[in-house]
């Protein structure tokens, strides 16, 4: 007699929980851009727009960038768009060496809650059928994981949101995909604060 496996209770739950938090996080996301990029973009909407997050940051500095960080780790995590908005809004409001400090930290916290994700709910069914090949890997990646994460962080031939869970299969260890990461993803970062603090400065020399 013949039995077919179904998923339980818990394990459709957690789908759907989430795909909830993703859908939940995408229109949060929009509500928060929504003030940025619902007018057309001109000089005087980004001066109104700057304008806006500056006052807001001045009325509650500890809310918004707790709000912000929170925001960006979520975004960072299920690699969905806004961040690149939020690392110039780290820019404008915070400038390079505090900005960059911020978007790395929480980028970098996005990527390995992503990759301990794939860790716990992927890794041991992976290891079930491919007990072989993956302990191959793991041992490739125990003399050169570092430098291999390090080279596909400054050469992305690998998308940032699946080379995140890919790595989690492995047996790299979190502290290693941690400070790895964050190295790879540090002149990147540099770029879009920079980026923000010039277009702040731009915008505010126009005023």
């Not at 047996?171 to 702040?200: C, D, H, I, P, Q």
């Amino acid at each position: 007699m013949l039995r077919t496996s179904m998923p339980g209770p818990h394990l459709l739950m957690s789908r759907r929980t989430r795909v909830m938090a993703a859908v939940l996080l995408a229109l949060l996301a929009w509500a928060v851009l929504a003030g940025v990029l619902a007018e057309p973009l001109s000089l005087a909407s980004l001066q109104a727009a700057q304008l806006r997050l500056h006052e807001q940051h001045a009325q509650s500095p500890w809310a918004v960038a707790g709000c912000w960080f929170c925001l960006f780790v979520a975004l960072s995590m299920l690699a969905l768009p806004g961040a690149a908005v939020l690392a110039l809004a780290a820019g404008s409001l915070w400038g390079l060496t505090l900005g960059t400090a911020m978007v790395l930290l929480a980028s970098t916290c996005g990527a390995t809650l992503a990759f301990l994700v794939a860790r716990r709910w992927g890794r041991e069914a992976l290891v079930r059928r491919f007990a072989g090949p993956l302990a191959r890997l793991d041992a490739a990646l125990e003399r050169h994981g570092a430098w291999t994460l390090l080279a596909l962080r400054l050469a992305p031939v690998v998308p940032y949101g699946l080379l995140n869970p890919l790595m989690g299969l492995t047996a790299m260890r979190t502290t290693t995909f941690f400070g790895v990461s964050a190295v790879g993803m540090l002149a990147g970062t540099l770029a879009y604060v920079n980026a923000g603090r010039e277009l702040a400065r731009a915008v505010a020399q126009h005023g």
